[in-house]
Nanobody, 122 residues
Framework: VQLQASGGGLVQAGGSLRLSCAAS????????MGWFRQAPEKEREFVAV????????YYVDSVKGRFTISRDNAKNTVYLQMNSLKPEDTAVYYC????????????????WGQGTLVTVSS
């Protein structure tokens, strides 16, 4: 499975962005898909995950109510809609695929995209 993330950019605080992650390869719907982010000089952290069917979702507390993860298995794509963005959301965002359920651990994800930079100005 190869993952290609896109949609990052520069946005003012309070604005919105939608990230996309396109997957190549087979059996996309059998993978849980996660979004992670890494801010400058910080460790990569979990943001959100969606099950293969799309019926189960989990968010880190800091983005609940602002971010929405979704997937379209027909298009082999997972999305992260980000609203009410804050400067502290600035980071490189990565999508990842795993088969360990709704895991928040980086170690449970097998395939990673290259990352897309989100910059939120104050």
């Amino acid at each position: 499975v190869q993952l290609q993330a896109s949609g990052g950019g520069l946005v003012q605080a309070g604005g919105s962005l939608r990230l996309s992650c396109a997957a190549s390869g087979r059996a996309f719907s059998t993978y849980a898909m996660g979004w992670f982010r890494q801010a400058p000089e910080k460790e990569r952290e979990f943001v959100a995950v969606i099950s293969g069917s799309g019926r189960s979702i989990y968010y880190v507390d800091s983005v609940k109510g602002r971010f929405t993860i979704s997937r379209d298995n027909a298009k082999n794509t997972v999305y992260l809609q980000m609203n009410s963005l804050k400067p502290e959301d600035t980071a490189v965002y990565y999508c990842a695929a795993g088969r360990s359920g709704l895991s928040r651990s980086l170690d449970d994800y097998v395939y990673w995209g290259q990352g897309t930079l989100v910059t939120v100005s104050s």
